[in-house]
């Protein structure tokens, strides 16, 4: 069993930048590949970007450039630096893990979420 838990959000203007963090529980941490997911209101769930175990990372094409994921094991933690946010960016942003060691896509590949934690970019 894994918990997670997101923090990092709030309201930043475009051309801003927030880093979101999300804390996991249990010792099996490292083995996780590692996703971030944002829903916007009326959107389905989308895929961010993803970090697996060996340290390869995959983003959605609309954040390249701009979204950096990273990993810090020794402390259970997950990162996503977000540069040069865009009103599209808003979103509730949520951490996910799963047990397949492929940069998987799918919400439906990730085993445990996070509850979420709301960003939002004025223009």
């Known amino acids: 069993q894994v918990q997670l838990v997101e923090s990092g959000g709030g309201l930043v203007q475009a051309g801003g930048s927030l880093r979101l963090s999300c804390a996991a529980s249990?010792?099996?941490?490292?083995?996780?590949?590692m996703g971030w997911f944002r829903q916007a209101p009326g959107k389905e769930r989308e895929f961010v970007a993803a970090?697996?175990?060996?340290?390869?990372?995959y983003y959605v094409h609309s954040v390249k450039g701009r979204f950096t994921i990273s990993r810090d094991s020794a402390k259970n933690t997950v990162f996503l630096q977000m540069n040069l946010l865009k009103p599209e960016d808003t979103a509730v942003y949520y951490c996910?893990?799963?047990?397949?060691?492929?940069?998987?896509?799918?919400?439906?590949?990730?085993?445990?979420w996070g509850q979420g934690t709301q960003v939002t970019v004025s223009s």
């Open positions: 249990g010792r099996t941490f490292s083995s996780y590949t």
């Open positions: 970090i697996n175990r060996s340290g390869s990372k």
């Open positions: 996910a893990a799963s047990t397949m060691a492929a940069l998987a896509t799918p919400p439906t590949n990730y085993d445990y």
